[in-house]
């Protein structure tokens, strides 16, 4: 064989091997996925945990702002990318090892991929079937691997390996997602029946909702997710603790019963959750009837002296932590039941805290450590920059435009001040010259919900509606337009309405 002729076969093996590689990968990821669906044992979680503490503070801040969700989903894809290229390292990186001790590459493949796994997740399962993934797709590939006499694969038997090997991590990556995707963390979903009271507050919820399409109910229907990581942690009720510690007369602890056994104390409350970080007329702001119960008792159990402690630090299972005062907490709420489902798991379970009034930031699900301090501390988005645990801003949101019957226009949304509540909102038709008062919904029991308003009125020209809300205590939501970066946006919402 010339040179040229086999500088071009080598080239071809190299292509090969790469799109063998490239495919155990894909078959190595979704054979794990398979097994997990998206749980904390999924390989690509902790390399999507790498990915999210390997970006700039300010390229997240930037994301958050810019980008919404997006943002996240795109790191997410990353961190997938990564995973298929390391499982994709790793299965060559067998090949070769098997290559040179002339032994069969798919078992090596599979071993060093199962190691690859563990070191990443711990979890053996998913290992074994991230491993077995990749050892098939290897070894279908290694099927066509007849040589022609000289050592190199023949043109035609290569183009067959690399088919095999892309039919194979096509096979796994289809199946893998159908499977991953049924799996829920554990947490069942379904709609079961709910308690009498949880009943009869939810029907007054959907009473006193008001009747304008476009806009969610007094209760919403998809509540908005916020999380740190893209893959959210599973925290089993069974093995789930509560402690409280820090400068306290006696940390204690508590488990999922003795929080949620504990019927005499139990509440239902309608609370509203707003992100910091959403945009003016973003949708990161939703109500839900909890159920729970208040945080004083446990703090009395453990014997706080509230005069001399500034605050505390709340810890949670995805190693998030946040510090407020310990006056807020004192108000707090600890839920374990959402809408009378036990908490979702993408909502904290099985146990979250609800501050009443603050931003969303506070509200620490998948609560596991209740620290008190001597001394002002920073929390996970204050480190970064945020200024997020304080009272939310006042907003009145605009998001439902509906055309009526004739010259009929109706303008709609949701507006919010924590626990100062609502007084008035006001809409103006002609880019804020003059205002009318918009009619609220009534109030649903609760210090710390949303209301919702409308407004129906008759235009025939292009104009511009803005909307602003007047808090309980007579303020007005200011003006100033501002980024939600770092306290959370602020300005009145405007749109441009064309009859
Ligand atoms: N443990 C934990 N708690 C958390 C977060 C988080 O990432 N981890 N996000 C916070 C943020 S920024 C917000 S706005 C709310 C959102 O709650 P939700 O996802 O139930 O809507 O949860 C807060 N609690
Ligand atoms: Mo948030």
Redesign the pocket.
Same mark, same amino acid.
């Not at 509540?223 to 990581?229: A, K, L, M, R």
């Not at 959750?273 to 970080?277: D, K, M, W």
């Not at 969303?360 to 609560?367: R, S, T």
């Given at each position: 064989m010339s040179d040229r002729a086999s500088g071009r076969a080598d080239a071809r093996d190299l292509f090969e091997s790469g799109v063998v590689a490239a495919a155990a990968g894909v078959a190595a990821v979704a054979g794990s996925y398979a097994v997990t669906g998206l749980t904390p044992a999924f390989v690509a979680a902790p390399v999507s945990d790498f990915v999210v503490a390997s970006t700039p503070d300010a390229v997240i801040t930037w994301s958050i702002q810019t980008l919404g969700d997006v943002g996240g989903q795109l790191g997410f894809l990353l961190a997938l990318a990564l995973a298929v290229g390391g499982f994709a390292l790793a299965s060559a990186a067998g090949a070769a090892l098997a290559d040179r001790f002339a032994v069969p590459a798919a078992p090596v493949a599979a071993v060093v991929c199962v190691a690859v796994a563990l070191a990443l997740t711990g979890a053996l399962v998913p290992a074994l079937a991230a491993g077995a993934s990749a050892g098939v797709v290897v070894g279908l590939a290694s099927l066509g691997r007849e040589t022609d006499g000289s050592g190199s694969v023949s043109p035609v038997a290569a183009r067959r390996r690399v088919l095999q090997a892309l039919a194979g991590a096509f096979a796994f990556g289809g199946v893998g997602a159908v499977l991953g995707s049924r799996k829920g963390g554990g947490i069942s979903t379904d709609d079961g029946p709910v308690s009498a009271g949880v009943g009869s507050l939810l029907a007054e919820a959907d009473e006193k909702s008001l009747d304008v399409d476009g806009i969610e109910p007094l209760v919403s229907e998809q509540?908005?997710? #916020?999380?740190? &990581?893209s893959v959210d942690p599973t925290v089993d009720r069974e093995d789930w603790t509560l402690s409280v510690t820090g400068a306290v007369e006696e940390e204690v602890e508590f488990d999922y019963d003795e929080i949620a056994g504990t019927t005499g104390s139990v509440e239902h409350r309608f609370v509203t +959750? %707003?992100? #910091?970080?959403e945009r003016l007329n973003g949708r /990161?702001m939703?109500t839900a009837l909890w159920t729970g119960v208040p945080v004083t008792d446990l703090l009395d159990s453990a014997g706080i002296d509230a005069g001399e402690n500034c605050c505390v630090m709340l810890r949670?299972?995805?190693d998030?932590f @946040?510090e407020f005062p310990l006056s807020a907490l004192r108000e707090g709420f600890l839920a374990f039941e959402m809408n009378g489902q036990p908490l979702p798991r993408?909502?904290?379970h099985p146990v %979250?805290a609800l501050i009443p009034g603050h931003?969303? @930031?506070? &509200? #620490? /699900?998948? +609560?596991t450590e209740i620290e008190v301090l001597e001394e002002e501390a920073k929390g996970?988005?204050e480190k970064r920059g945020w200024h997020?645990t304080g009272p939310v801003n006042t907003v009145a949101k605009l998001h439902a435009v509906n055309r009526l019957e004739g010259e009929e226009i109706q303008v709609g949304g949701h507006a919010y001040a924590g626990t100062r509540d609502v007084r008035k909102v006001e809409v103006s038709t002609d880019g804020g010259e003059t205002w009318t008062e918009a009619t609220l919904s009534d109030p649903l029991p609760g210090e710390d919900v949303w209301r919702q308003w409308e407004y129906t009125y008759e235009a025939t020209d292009p104009h511009e509606v803005v909307v602003r809300a007047t808090d309980g205590e007579g303020t007005l939501q200011p003006k100033a337009e501002r980024n939600p970066f770092p306290s959370g946006p602020t300005g009145w919402v405007a749109k441009r309405v064309e009859p």
């Open positions: 509540f908005y997710q #916020v999380d740190i &990581n +959750l %707003r992100c #910091v970080g /990161k939703d949670a299972a995805d998030y @946040e993408g909502h904290g %979250r931003w969303g @930031e506070i &509200n #620490v /699900k998948w +609560l996970y988005w997020g």
